[in-house]
């Protein structure tokens, strides 16, 4: 256990979606990060980051994630490549590509590719950086859901980018414009 925790920093993609699957399911780590927060009435419209491990600037790092009822984030990608999995509740997904034929600055064309909800049972979701990644994940349940994610190391300040399909919108989203708007984030 500890091992492993030792290892996250330099995690890849495949070692974190493993690392997931066993995480999720250890005993002390459910007991510490999880449970806690299973009863939480917090109020949010967006996730909240309960616990955070390692730095996302420089290494792979994971977060807990608390997800009130009503809450979302907006459509995102993620300058690196990043896997969650629900660990109570249900989250639905919505995963997008580009459809532009000209890549203008400010400017992108998207296409809904699929939507799905995730169940514990269900493993991680996993995306890739930039373009192999675009996404929007939500409560819409009535109850209160979390999360545990894992993101590779990101490059510089950049977190991503946020989308807005209404007006065909892309942004960069800079460090601190994450889904954490809640409660400070518990440094393990
Ligand atoms: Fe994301």
Redesign the pocket.
Known sequence: MERMWAEIPQMTLDEARRFLKYITREPKFVLTHILPHATSHVRSSEPIVVATYGSREATTCLQVFVWPSGAA?PI???TAW?A?QCVLGTLGEERYVRVDEDRAADVAHLRKEWQRQWYPEDGAST?GAYDA?I?R?TNRSGKLAISV?MYGPRSGALD?RDYDPRRNYVCDRIEGDEFNHGLPALYL
Do not use: E, I, R, S
């Open positions: 984030t995102h990608d993620h990043g969650y995306v990644g996404h994940v994610h991503g």
